[in-house]
């Protein structure tokens, strides 16, 4: 019989929720290696108290030090979210990336504790099938190439419902009365999004229920009445809504206020993960659908032409990089050295209309801004610009075509 | 004195919309040039009667058999339209390029209209500062590398609305009355959009005033209620409404409809013209927003992640090049070779749902679906899906970032 | 204890060589599995005899209907070698992808002689290491998603040399003296290249030994005359050598004869595995050399610069695809869709100058020539070009970045 | 008749070589435009004598004030070779160049010339068909958006060579013997490399004449012993040869001497030009070529293959906006952002081997290697890489793939 394809870890730090699969993970892991284990529990603004984790961990006989409980919003904001939005980065043409984001935050935590209290590995949530096993563990690996990572969802045959609570039982698990059952779908949540799949949404051609939805109100019960905001901009990340300044956690906090008043932000996909198959996602980002929108609108006055275009080629490589994992990866880097480099005079405001689920740039202004009425005036334009230039303009451009052109006459006779 | 830059031309065949500029464009080149003039005017789906062009082109002296009124809308969304969505084009991450896909198709007209009827040159009214003068003779160059292209706007002193105004009456054209005054913006209309432009919308600061808009219904007049359509696709091109199967210019005209009635695909946009300058547009693509969610709907289950992914990377450079005017180029050939071979099993059924704004996908099926419930389910899968693969998945994919992590530590040292 | 990974296959074929590794494979799969073996021998150019294959198998207890020998030179050039080359495609800047482009050629013959054979399985010798199983496997998948891939070198316990041959004697497998110890590197090879690599080459600081390379001539021992050949192109694929017309296979046997007199193609390079690691790899490529620099020769008066451009930004990608194993992919198709619609006109001869290592174009003509004297020439073009157009076409170029100087002066005061 | 195209001037700073040509376009500025002018004569490394540029400059009535003459050597390799050599820039496969990322440079000097002078222009000596107009002009507006650029070959009549003669006859300016009669062709000279072209080259059939090469032995005169040199880098840079720390100005000198003697890096090539039609140039490049056969020689070795091969995927695109004249663009700046991002391990030593035309890398080595010998070794790897890795690797690879054939099965049958 070979060895076990994971040698016993000594002591793991887990990325625990506080919730009934990470409790059992947790108990999993001392039972099934005998190690000490250190827990990890963000607040990455998913909206559930953390007190509660803190308790559990204890119950579970995790030893105080051994406890790691943090409000990483502004950095998840600030080092990540923010960053991704300078390049308007949607996977296949629609997804905005919520859950993928997180994961890069989660593993460097789990690292940096890891080498803090002298774990030998860490240990995560994710199923075999999902993206994020690869997401937590492409990080962990690319921070600390000697880490070791348990992922006992492919490990463990605990693989239906009933042997997970029998488990739980028999460890003296607490088990919520509502957890008992299956839950009718998945979720994840965090200040960016929350998605949802599985179970009930596995049919791509059914609508999803409403009650899928958590933090967007469905259009049709949202306002009668439009809402106009202005977001303000430097260097390419929101600062400001309606002119107050607001940290980046807090900013994005009030977007998602906004948007999921007016019902922004929903999406109904169906994509193509990183292990090859098509699974289908029920996503809410009120706030980063307003964040687009509004970068997208400072971005048409304020960045060049030439910039924008060689942004808009690069992205979906630097979207399917952060949905595959590679967010610790030296092309990832790459891509953002060189798009941070265009948004340096991306400053400005924007303003947007919410309505009913759709949010639209009508506005848009700056001392930065490379739009010149001089120049695309239907009026006189005072000799900024010289139509005849145009002529050659076209000429030279349609050289080498008039020479293809040339060529399949000539072939022909 | 140096010659005159364009030879003057012996007959020339003008893109006639028998409006006051384009009359004033014919009268100025049988002046200018003493040439022989023949009008073409399309049915694009603009909206207009074609009969008024006919009676104006008469009246100023074109021989009946120098005119040419035709129809070609079912030409227009089959073989420029359609190909283009297959590709999932917008310029600029927003705009569905409503003019610049209209332009080639004039073009070629007029470039075959100047063979049948032995002319040496075309004509267009597009002024100096815009797309559309590249757009339309960068086409006319590839198609034949010997027509003359005259574009008076370019040439001509008329350069005040007095003045043209002035030559109309000089020249017994007859001018509508509320064709005297200057128009407070521009429009360019075919069956895939709206677009408006200039004067009252040249401060992108300011919001577009409602009567502006043309064919959508502002959102917060559209119906209360939501409705749901089903669009029908066979390989990339979208053949039905509600089962219903249409031609290509039905079905486009169909969704405008539906679109415009919901308020659907109203965009602001300040956009990098290929001239240099940037200029804001307001756009109106009802029908055309509907089939861009819904194309990529059905590419969601009918499209390999492989595909897609190379789609999109391809995406931004096949917009550019037909927002510069280079359709008919090797280059732009060569990417629709690439993304026609990518939709040969796109066949299936998307359900959308429109409301006040906004068009979102809520379901779609297909007998070509790559979608597996079996692969994907939390369920059991029965086997067909191996969660310990992800691990030797991951690890490899994970070596190279952990031997760059291991030259950081070992320099570290 | 699990179940064995790969369930055990009732009839397998197998990718033969006749040599020592695969003969051990082959009785392995027999024992292990109790299963019918066929064997699929392949001449691919290697330069090897393949009755011996027929006769080992045989002796191994292979019925004679088992035995599939096959000459498929020709569809290796034909169908894999000339559309690889139509792109220019090299890997990292300098591999010309001899032994990646032979690997789907044979998977594709193990799934159809599978098929034909009834087998459920299809088995290859290459090692867990490298990138030919990859490729290997990838292929036989693409082509029958049912089929079983046995690679006994992931499976077995046969880690030394010794216990191979321990395997060997105990099931009387003969053994060629000169197979008893281990080679001093590793050699594949085919009509396109030969690589070696291993053992005496891991150290890539340290220059290969002279008898390494195989089918060149040391550069300093090459003639000291140049020589010079011509090189006729039709639609991007090679046809003929010195005005002689030849097969595929044929001509590039011939490329191959004149490029190793010479000493052409030979690489010493260090190259990123896509199973993670870096390997160092000694390749000769002689005729790929030629045909390389002559196809690029070619494409220089017959290829459109948009095309050629796009070309050159797709082929990494392309060779990327190649060198992972996804030719049998949907992107792969669709980029060779791409490049094989740009050569239609790549149809042509060109003159290579040959010489101690170095093959360099030095004359290339061609009816479908898009290069014209008339637009270039110092002398008088009598009005083919007109100088003034560059003024417009420059002016237009700056336009943005005018706007772009004129913001940071702005912005500076 | 129409104003001029380019408002008089009152004060031009001239790119001045001291040439006949550049002497006549002085004095047609001070004779056409009655201004006063600024010369600008730079040491790039053109192997000329600076000297009798003053001489004739003063001669020509420039104010000692108003002679500029200037070594800009080191800088030109520094900040404009060495960045690009980062990108393992080639346009269209082949051109490394030379000529192109020269002209940036001098209207940078040109521009701040201008600035110290009070000049409202510049002017330059490239002809109306070529490439070097472009490049002069785009980066003069880049710099300053208000500067004038003339362009006299675009703007005067004197389009003969017997014109020209007698323009300089009548102004009394000194004619070498050698300059009366037309040049065989037209040469242009930096440290990075010769290039020639025009006349006796314009067939692209004919093999170019001996006497144009300049700067590179012929190979089979080159000597019959190769040559072994190291190049040493640091983060992307060489800094040494054969241990000898050199400035960039005296290494690219160095290279030049070595690859010139083993006549390394001659090209016969015909390429696409920006103003549309192709040309034929000769081009000698003897440092640059072994500079860049080192430079990926070191790369590796040292550079992951994801940056490595998102470089090779950019470096087309980063290649053309050189050679079209946009190096003082923000999207050649952004993509220098990400390139530069990668080198800052590309720290090492490679060792060429030099012999009758060819330069090839024959062993790297460097304390940053991401090179594993334990990893790629054929012996034991003592657990470093578990092979077992690479079935789970494959199989994830693969699925997509086998969905997609299993559709096309279903959909056949």
């Known amino acids: 019989m070979p060895a076990p394809r994971t040698p016993a870890p000594r002591k793991v730090v887990l990325a625990y929720s506080g919730g009934l699969d990470t409790s059992i993970i947790l108990k999993w892991l001392q039972v099934e290696y005998g190690c000490e284990v250190v827990t990890f529990t963000a607040d990455l603004g998913q909206g559930e108290e953390l007190d509660p984790a803190r308790k559990k961990a204890e119950l579970l006989g995790i030893k105080p030090d051994n406890i790691y409980i943090e409000d990483v919003r502004e950095e998840f904001v600030r080092d990540f979210v923010f960053p991704m939005f300078r390049a308007n980065a ?22 940096e504790i890891a ?23 492409l990080s962990a690996y690319a921070l600390n190439p000697d880490i070791k990572v348990i992922a006992p969802w ?38 960016l999004h929350t998605s949802s799949e599985g179970k009930v949404l596995e049919d791509p051609a059914e609508d999803a229920p409403d009650y899928v939805y958590q933090r967007t109100t469905n259009p049709e019960d ?30 994005l906090t009030r977007l998602n ?45 304020t960045l060049d032409r030439g910039a924008g275009h060689l942004k808009d080629e690069l992205m979906p490589r630097y979207a399917e990089l952060i949905y595959n994992g590679f967010w610790f990866s030296p092309e990832r880097e790459m891509l953002q ?49 010289d139509q005849k230039d145009a002529e050659g303009f076209i000429k030279l451009n349609a050289l080498r075509l008039k020479l293809l052109a040339a060529r399949d006459r000539r072939l022909k006779t």
Chains 1, 2, 3, 4 share one sequence.
């Open 154 to 191: 492919r490990e463990w045959d605990l693989s239906s419902r009933t042997r997970l609570i029998e488990f739980a039982e028999a460890h003296q698990i607490p088990i919520a009365k509502d957890k008992r059952g299956e839950a009718p779908f998945s979720v994840d949540a965090n200040l």
């Open 90 to 111: 949607v996977y296949e043409g629609l997804y905005l990336l919520g859950t993928s984001i997180a994961r890069p935050l989660i593993s460097k935590r789990l690292v």
């Open 337 to 385: 050295a060189a798009i941070d480099h265009s948004q340096q005079h991306v400053t400005g405001t924007v303003r947007l209309k919410l309505y009913k689920g759709s949010a639209r740039t009508v506005g848009r202004w700056s001392d930065h801004s490379l739009y010149s009425e001089a120049h695309v005036t239907f009026e006189d334009d005072a000799g900024a610009y």
């Open 222 to 251: 949202a306002p009668e009445t439009p809402e106009y905001i202005e977001i303000g901009f430097e260097r390419g990340d929101a600062v400001s809504i309606n002119g107050q300044a607001l940290s980046p956690a807090a900013l």
């Open 115 to 137: 080498e803090a209290t002298g774990a030998d590995a860490v240990a995560h949530g994710a199923t075999g099938k999902g993206n994020d096993q690869v997401r937590f563990e």
């Open 257 to 301: 206020d906004l948007g999921g008043k007016h019902g922004c932000g929903r999406l109904d996909l169906v994509e193509g993960r990183f292990v090859g198959m098509k699974s289908r996602g029920i996503y809410e980002t009120p706030g980063g659908t307003l964040l687009l929108e509004a970068h997208r609108g400072i971005e048409q006055i």
